[in-house]
């Protein structure tokens, strides 16, 4: 019976933390099971805190991935799933284990270790690959940190005498900047793929219809296509420019007994204009297929890179979190990226592979973790699904569109508050931006995880 009323009460402080109001009376006994001591997260930009609301990040009014900000509204407050389980558990404001930049100019903040915070998830980090979206080896001005997960564990244990107390809670949540950091690979080597392959059959096309073109002004085509195309082919073998090529060809065409006027632009031009045009819808088409082709080869090899991934993953909780000491560990699963703006921008073909990484992420992280009863792995995956298709008991108005406009750092959330929302009431959307969630659906996610530890038994 009291498990039950704390499930109702874990529910209802959610949203009324969201809702800003609301004391223990509301919603019956809140006393908790289990006391913890303190909270300490490790993980990407779902939990990050604000590693990066420093310099012009939070000059902006940005920092978090979601929307940021304190206003009117709560439930547009910033905050983030770890800060709302923090509350809830009575411990201190979830606050980040590190802040700066790596980037350049005015992106060249110092790095600041915080001794008092253990909120060590970055926005970009992945499990143990140190080089995730917006590092600075990607070539990106932001220089974000993106510290793994791997690292973010050692330099809490340096931090704490290299053991867990063993009565605090730790919230693990991270392998979604493996996943896109793998399909920006796929998209680059499918697009040079495609590149190629376009300018080769542009090239291609180009030279076959000026050889058919200049061939059909000459008395005997099939003799003056012979001439003409050995002219184009000697011209394109030296490295020729277009311009040369077709002068070369049009002096093959008038020595093969053309009219001396093709020499004239007046003649020549509308010709070359049209071999032209009818080359680059060739190469642009070639170009399409072969990228899709490329894509469609070698997609399938990111779904075993993430299932590494995922077991990665585990062994650290198994042998770095647990075999260190700790003895309550949340492991929170890939939500459903394939249901996010970003995703749904893409054709069925990548959607579809989107999933599957995440499924095999999520599977080989599962059964890493099989077993381990210091563990409680909550499915956020089957949620989202869940949330996308059967909003309204959720409280969610939008599950499609980013709530978040165009601001300081594009689209990203990481640079969106209530300045720059799209217009009408976004507060109860699922995405900020394309990827990330509301501080709604992060007020979502933190009772779904209380819930899941209350059936623990850990609450």
């Not at 560990?329 to 579809?352: E, H």
């Not at 406009?405 to 799209?422: E, R």
């Not at 900020?432 to 209350?454: F, K």
Request: proline share 5%; charged share 10%.
């Amino acid at each position: 019976m009291r498990q039950t009323k704390f499930v109702l009460a874990a529910l209802a402080a959610a949203v009324l933390t969201a809702c800003g109001g609301g004391s223990s009376q509301d919603a019956g006994d809140q006393t908790l099971k289990t006391k913890f001591t303190n909270q300490v997260t490790f993980g990407d930009s779902l939990a990050d805190v604000g590693t990066y609301a420093v310099g012009p990040v939070k000059a902006a009014g940005g920092g978090k991935f979601t929307i940021n900000g304190t206003g009117s509204d709560p439930a547009l407050s910033g905050k983030i799933w770890t800060e709302y389980t923090a509350a809830q558990f009575g411990l201190p404001a979830d606050c980040p284990a590190q802040q700066g930049l790596n980037g350049t100019g005015a992106f060249a903040v110092p790095v600041v270790n915080n001794a008092s915070c253990f909120n060590y998830a970055q926005g970009g980090a992945r499990v143990t690959n140190p080089v995730g979206p917006h590092n600075r080896l990607t070539g990106d001005p932001i220089g974000a940190l993106t510290v793994p997960v791997v690292t973010q564990i050692q330099n809490h244990l340096a931090k704490v005498g290299g053991k867990f107390s063993g009565t605090e809670v730790v919230m693990v949540m991270a392998g979604g900047n493996d996943e896109l950091m793998l399909l920006g690979q796929l998209s680059a080597a499918a697009t040079a793929a495609g590149t190629a392959a376009g300018t080769a059959a542009g090239n291609q096309a180009f030279a076959t219809g000026l050889v058919t073109q200049f061939a059909a002004k000459t008395p005997n085509p099939a003799t003056g296509a012979q001439a003409i195309g050995q002219a184009v082919q000697t011209a394109a073998a030296a490295g020729k420019t277009q311009t040369e090529i077709v002068t070369a060809a049009i002096g093959a065409a008038i020595g093969a007994g053309a009219d001396p006027s093709l020499a004239t632009p007046a003649v020549y031009g509308p010709i070359v204009a049209k071999v032209t045009a009818d080359a680059q819808a060739a190469g642009a088409a070639a170009g399409a297929k072969a990228g899709a082709d490329y894509a469609a080869a070698h997609g399938p090899e990111n779904v075993p890179l993430m299932a590494q991934a995922g077991t990665e993953l585990a062994n650290l909780v198994k042998t770095q979190i647990i075999g260190k000491g700790a003895n309550y560990v949340v492991v929170n699963n890939l939500p459903d990226v394939s249901i996010s703006p970003s995703a749904k921008a893409k054709d069925a073909g990548t959607q579809a592979l989107i999933k599957a990484m995440a499924q095999a992420f999520n599977a080989a992280l599962k059964a890493g973790l099989s077993g381990e009863t210091k563990v409680l792995y909550v499915d956020l995956f089957t949620l989202s699904d869940d949330q996308s298709v059967n909003p309204g008991p959720y409280g969610l108005t939008n599950v499609t569109t980013p709530a978040c406009g165009h601001n300081a750092f594009g689209d990203s959330s990481m640079g969106c508050n209530q300045t720059n929302l799209i217009s009408g009431d976004v507060s109860h959307y699922l995405f900020a931006d394309d990827v990330h969630p509301t501080p709604y659906e992060h007020s979502l996610i933190a009772r779904y995880v209380a819930e899941q530890m209350v059936v623990k038994g850990w609450l």
